[in-house]
């Protein structure tokens, strides 16, 4: 069938296609509907068997790469309309994730937090834990202030610990306030913690957040200047005036020779900043593998009685 399909034989192909079993036919035409990107076709076939409730893992396939190809929409109606089927129950909710996890992967943050929340009340653990624990990590990574970043994390750790997304997030969100609640008047801490906002958590907010607690917690901290220029990089509206505060305050530092366009490969506050740097980044890893041990040894309440 499908080398009659690639050869142009289409009246082969419907002479082979009437000698398949009834139940393998729709799934071959499928198949070749994708292959021509006929999504009318894909549309008309996965909607017929989701009235028919029939769901196999071509349907996981399709889905896949018709959002590959931007058919957003086509996942989001034939997934709703498995929902409404009589197909079992778990090959429902393993669709829902996968149209909530498509959504957020081609940056539908709303539509994949719509479904992550239907499916986070559903019947079925499992899949509900995975999208409960999807949803503590968007709610770690939408945090803006360390104390917001902490109440998340506490929550995400009752509910959803040990589920691999969210044990991810909860990482850099663990290293960022174990650097940001280190007292170190050099500034090493507080400016990794900056980072690792703006590398890890992708927050510019917590970013900023450290970087500005370093200079008015430390202003004379050797890695002052660095975080006051790394600021500059995160708001364009503001940019300007971060820069205008690091010349005034630190004109003879290495950033703001920087800003100068001047060379700046022999500066000795460049060099022991990053010595500062590289210290405290070798202390708080260690300090977070131990951490993470602790906690992940801690019974949560999902495990009380050892069941989850």
Partial sequence: ????????????????????????????????????????????????????????????????????????????????????????????????????????????????????????????????????????????????????????????????????HFDRAEVSATLYLLLYETVDPSGAAMYLAGEVARDSLRSPALATHAWRTLVSRWPDAPLAPRALLAATYLHADSAPAWRRELAARYPHSAMSALLRDESIDDAADLRAGDVLLEGRWVIATRALADSLRVLRERPSARTVGGRP
């Fill in 1 to 164: 069938f499908r080398s009659a399909l690639a050869t142009g034989e289409f009246a082969r192909a419907d002479s082979v296609l009437a000698l398949l079993p009834a139940a393998d036919a729709p799934w071959e035409r499928l198949s070749a509907a994708l292959s021509r990107k006929a999504y009318r076709d894909v549309d008309a076939i996965l909607r017929a068997r989701a009235l028919a409730g029939d769901v196999r893992a071509d349907v996981d396939h399709a889905l896949r790469v018709a959002a590959r190809d931007g058919e957003l929409a086509l996942v989001s109606e034939v997934v709703d309309a498995f929902d409404r089927s009589d197909a079992p129950r778990l090959s429902r909710a393993r669709l829902q994730l996968l149209a909530a996890e498509l959504a957020a992967s081609a940056g539908d943050s709303l539509g994949a937090q719509a479904r992550y929340e239907r499916l986070a009340t559903s019947a079925d653990s499992g899949y509900a834990l995975t999208a409960r624990a999807r949803l503590a990590a968007t709610a770690l990574l939408a945090a803006d202030t360390p104390s917001a970043l902490r109440n998340q994390l506490s929550r995400g750790r009752a509910e959803t610990r040990g589920v691999a």
